[in-house]
């Protein structure tokens, strides 16, 4: 019996490390790929390692305006998602009214919906409406789906949150605002912050909405899908890539331990 123990429990950690490799052996290769000599061409093992690549896309403008623009995007669309996010959360958790259910479809629609059909719809209602294109439209196209991270996270701890606690407070005489200040928002901050991190990092690695929202402008993503058919730029691609990588990493991993802690105090 122990035997077998053992080679089940050897054969699910083979299982997952075959997963682990499955899912980041390809983000190795630009890893390595960002360090390579060659400028065109790619083979392996690599010719040799040089750090010139991260030297000239420091120097390239295009890269520049493209990471801010992503990032005023993604702050500005994280930004509305928490407001419209949290307050829809609150609405159909606090209030019982007809047509809750079917709300809380239409609030989690935009993220099952594929990519190309939301960025149509948006592309095909700016222009009716004669418009134009330019931040704001990039914005509001990630906006769609960022609500829904926000919405989801502030909807689950309020769950997870004691009503009770809520109607302590105002039988001890404090005001609604108080109640939300000292009460509500601890109880909903860590929510917050992981679904705003959240936000942050779908909003800034999306291409497809923006594709059809951008007009002229480009975004990072964009600038990379851009930047794949010059082989020469290939090198700074995967520079490129792996600032992509660690700007959208580094926010979900810290909202992930941040619910995940908060869960584990809960219990």
Same mark, same amino acid.
């Given at each position: 019996m122990h035997r077998i123990r053992m080679k089940r429990g050897l054969a699910l950690k083979l299982a997952a490390g075959g997963? #682990?490799?499955?899912? @980041? *052996? &390809?983000?190795? #290769? #630009?890893? %390595? @790929?960002? *360090?390579?000599?060659?400028? +065109? +061409?790619?083979? *392996? &093992? &690599? &010719? $040799?390692?040089?750090?010139? !690549?991260?030297?000239?896309?420091?120097?390239?403008?295009? #890269? !520049?305006?493209? %990471? =801010?623009? +992503?990032?005023v995007v993604a702050a500005a669309s994280t930004g509305i998602a928490l407001i419209l996010g949290s307050l829809l959360a609150a609405a159909v958790y606090r209030k019982e009214f007809f047509g809750r259910d079917a709300l809380s479809l239409l609030v989690l629609l935009p993220i099952a919906l594929p990519g190309i059909v939301t960025g149509i719809a948006i592309r095909s209602a700016i222009s009716l409406g004669d418009l134009g294109f330019g931040t704001w439209s990039i914005v509001v196209g990630h906006a769609t789906f960022c609500v829904v991270v926000v919405y989801n996270n502030?909807?689950? =701890?309020?769950?997870?949150?004691? $009503?009770s606690l809520v109607e302590a407070s105002m039988d001890l005489g404090a005001s609604g605002l108080q109640t939300f200040r000292y009460v509500v928002l601890p109880n909903l901050a860590t929510a917050l912050l992981a679904g705003g991190m959240l936000a942050f990092a779908l909003s800034f690695d999306e291409i497809i909405v923006t594709t059809f929202t951008a007009g002229q402008q480009q975004t990072l993503p964009i600038w990379i899908f851009g930047s794949l058919v010059r082989p020469r730029q290939r090198p700074v691609t995967n520079v490129v890539a792996i600032v992509v990588i660690a700007i959208t990493a580094i926010p979900i991993i810290i909202a992930q331990r941040l619910t995940s802690q908060k869960q584990g105090a809960m219990r």
């Open positions: 997963v #682990i490799v499955f899912l @980041y *052996f &390809p983000l190795a #290769i #630009i890893l %390595l @790929y960002a *360090f390579t000599t060659q400028d +065109s +061409s790619f083979r *392996f &093992p &690599p &010719p $040799g390692l040089t750090l010139d !690549w991260f030297e000239v896309s420091t120097r390239n403008p295009a #890269i !520049w305006s493209s %990471l =801010r623009l +992503s990032l502030v909807l689950a =701890r309020f769950r997870r949150m004691q $009503g």
